[in-house]
């Protein structure tokens, strides 16, 4: 997967490296004051219950709204933040904007907050957690933390502990891009952990891959069996949403269902036109 190859990774030979680590400076440089200057806005997802054709939570997604280049990718920042550090204080300001805005301009829906692995390693991530919900006032219940198979390798015992705590704040655990990292299943039966979210790059393989449709029907299965949400990221096509009903995904997220909006055209989103779109996907028949 380019996106994970790409982090961490540097060809020394590469042409045009000169102007790709120019690029990096001045982001980086610019990384530093983003934040004071208020340069920060979330984008929020819906994710869409199958049973129950409703929205069941927004994802938090983040976005820099640069003064000269414009908005740049979480892909281009997120990853240089964490080489810095700065991830921390940003990932800081990140989840209490999310639980705030899921109070206000949520109507109290649920919101799910995608946790760097640098955030999670620091020593009072826990108690930042904790702070940020005491001072927005969100139920607990209704923030999801999305973290990745990365974190549950590194450190095996301090992770389960970690996640321990966090459940007992009132918070679920999602775990993000599943089948990307290094874990093996047998993962998913060993950590407290309330969802799976099964990475794009299955999802949009499956319809020509038997292979990739084995892996996200075995997910689902063990998921499922041991009492997990599964959520199919990445859904574009009605086809692959007919697919992902079928062998046991619970919920979707997707261009199919809705793009990342800003807040303020969260009140515009036409509920029964995705009720009407994954009640069409139900209904098509299947394809073997
Ligand atoms: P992610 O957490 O797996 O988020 C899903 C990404 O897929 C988002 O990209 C979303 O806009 C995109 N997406 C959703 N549905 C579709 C679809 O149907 N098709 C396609 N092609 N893409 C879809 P985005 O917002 O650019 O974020 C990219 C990644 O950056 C995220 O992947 C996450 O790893 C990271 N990121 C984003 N926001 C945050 C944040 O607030 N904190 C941290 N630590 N990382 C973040
Ligand atoms: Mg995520
Ligand atoms: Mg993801
Ligand atoms: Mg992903």
């Not at 610019?30 to 199958?50: K, T």
């Not at 414009?70 to 990932?91: R, T, V």
């Not at 999305?146 to 918070?171: F, P, W, Y």
Request: proline fraction near 4%; charged fraction near 25%; include cysteine.
């Amino acid at each position: 997967h380019a996106k994970h190859m790409g982090r961490n990774t540097y060809c020394l030979y590469e042409p045009g490296m000169d102007a790709q680590l120019e690029k990096r400076r001045a982001i980086e440089g610019d990384l530093a004051e983003a934040l004071e200057r208020g340069q920060f806005d979330l984008h929020f997802q819906p994710r869409v219950s199958i049973a129950t054709r409703r929205i069941v939570s927004y994802e938090a997604l983040v976005r820099w709204h640069h003064p000269e280049k414009g908005m740049i990718s979480p892909a281009d920042f997120i990853p240089i933040a964490e080489q810095n550090g700065k991830i921390i204080a940003i990932g800081e300001w990140i989840l209490r904007e999310a639980c705030r805005r899921a109070r206000s301009e949520l109507g109290g829906a649920r919101v799910s907050v995608n946790v760097s692995p640098v955030q999670f390693r620091q020593r009072n991530f826990v108690e930042a957690v904790g702070a940020a919900i005491a001072d927005t006032g969100i139920d607990p219940t209704m923030l999801e933390l999305e973290i990745t198979e990365g974190v549950l390798i590194d450190d095996d015992r301090r992770a389960h502990r970690l996640l321990s705590e966090l459940k007992r704040l009132g918070v679920t655990i999602a775990l993000d891009d599943f089948g990307t990292g290094y874990s093996s299943l047998g993962y998913l039966g060993r950590f407290p952990v309330d969802t799976i979210k099964i990475d794009r790059s299955f999802i949009r393989d499956m319809a020509k891959s038997d292979t990739a449709m084995t892996i996200v029907r075995t997910i689902a299965g063990l998921g499922n069996g041991l009492g997990m949400t599964i959520v199919a990221e990445g859904v574009e096509t009605m086809d692959e949403a007919r697919l992902l009903a079928n062998i046991g995904c619970s919920e979707f997220q997707g261009y199919l269902l809705g793009r990342p909006v800003p807040v303020s055209a969260i009140p515009d989103i036409d509920h029964a036109a995705i009720a009407q779109t994954v009640e069409q996907c139900l209904a098509m028949p299947l394809e073997e």
